[in-house]
C-alpha cells in the first residue's frame, strides 16, 4: 500500500497540461536560453531603481521573499497598485518586450491544449486572452514560502472577465499548492520547474495558491552556470489590471 501511494504521489508531482478548467501547466516551456534572458533581465532591473527589495507590514513582519513590480507597483500592505511604491518613492520599469512576447506564446500554447481537449468554438470563454501591463517578479530564497491566497487586486474588469495570471518559474523548483479554499491540508499539490509556465484564469482565476517550500540544488545546471543565479527560485506572474 505504501508502495501504491508513493507512485501516486509522483503521477500527482509530474502532472502537465490542464489542471482544471482554467488552469494550465506547461512543462519545461522555457528554453534555457530563455531562462537566461529572464534572470539576466531581472538582474539588471534588480539592481537599477525600483529593483528588488523585501517587502512587509505596519508591524515589522517581512514576507519570506524578495520582490521588484514591473509596469505598475504593487504594494503589500494597502493590495493596491500605484505608479510609484511607497518604500522610496521609485516608479517601476516597464515590462520588457521580450517578456511580453513569451506571455503571449505561452497563452496560444495553452488555447491549443484547451481547444484539443474541449473542442469548443472559442478557447477565450474558458481562458480569456490578455495583455500583461503587470509583472510582480517574486525571489524566494530556498526557505522562502508564500501562503495561501488569492490575486484580487486587480481592475473590477480584469477579475470580472478571468483574465489570467501567467507565471513563469526558473531557478529552484517549488512545491505549488492550489485549491477552492484557504486549506492546505485540502489543496492539490504540484512541481513547478524551471522553465514551468502555470496559467489561471476564467473560473480558475480565484483560485487559491501558495508555495509550500523550496527544492534546494534541483536548479539546471546550465542556468546557473551562465547566470550566477543565486539558490532559490525566480517567480515572474503577469497580470492585466
Not at 50 to 79: E, S, V
Not at 80 to 95: A, F, L, N
Request: proline share 5%.
Amino acid at each position: 500500500m505504501e508502495k501504491e501511494n508513493e507512485c501516486r504521489q509522483i503521477v500527482d508531482w509530474t502532472r502537465e497540461g490542464i489542471l482544471r478548467p482554467g488552469m494550465v501547466l506547461l512543462k519545461h516551456y522555457l528554453t534555457i536560453r530563455e531562462q537566461i534572458l529572464i534572470v539576466r533581465t531581472c538582474q539588471e532591473l534588480g539592481n537599477g531603481p525600483g529593483g528588488f527589495y523585501q517587502p512587509g507590514y505596519n508591524d515589522g513582519a517581512k514576507l519570506r521573499l524578495r520582490m521588484m513590480c514591473l509596469g505598475l507597483d504593487w504594494d503589500p500592505q494597502t493590495r493596491k497598485y500605484g505608479k510609484k511604491r511607497q518604500v522610496d518613492g521609485c516608479e517601476p520599469s516597464v515590462i520588457p518586450c521580450e517578456f511580453k512576447q513569451l506571455v503571449q506564446r505561452s497563452m496560444s500554447e495553452a488555447h491549443a491544449l484547451i481547444k484539443m481537449d474541449s473542442k469548443v468554438s472559442n478557447v477565450e470563454d474558458i481562458l480569456p486572452a490578455l495583455s500583461p501591463d503587470i509583472c510582480i517578479v517574486n525571489f524566494y530564497n530556498t526557505s522562502g514560502r508564500l501562503g495561501l491566497h488569492q490575486d484580487r487586486d486587480e481592475s473590477r474588469y480584469s477579475l470580472k472577465k478571468g483574465l489570467p495570471v501567467v507565471s513563469f518559474s526558473v531557478g529552484d523548483s517549488a512545491e505549488f499548492l492550489y485549491g477552492d479554499e484557504r486549506d492546505a491540508n485540502k489543496a492539490e499539490k504540484v512541481l513547478l520547474e524551471s522553465g514551468d509556465v502555470l496559467i489561471f484564469g476564467g473560473e480558475s482565476r480565484h483560485v487559491f495558491h501558495g508555495v509550500s517550500s523550496i527544492n534546494p540544488n534541483s536548479a539546471p545546471g546550465a542556468l546557473l552556470e551562465n547566470t550566477m543565479l543565486r539558490p532559490g527560485r525566480l517567480n515572474l506572474t503577469f497580470r492585466q489590471y
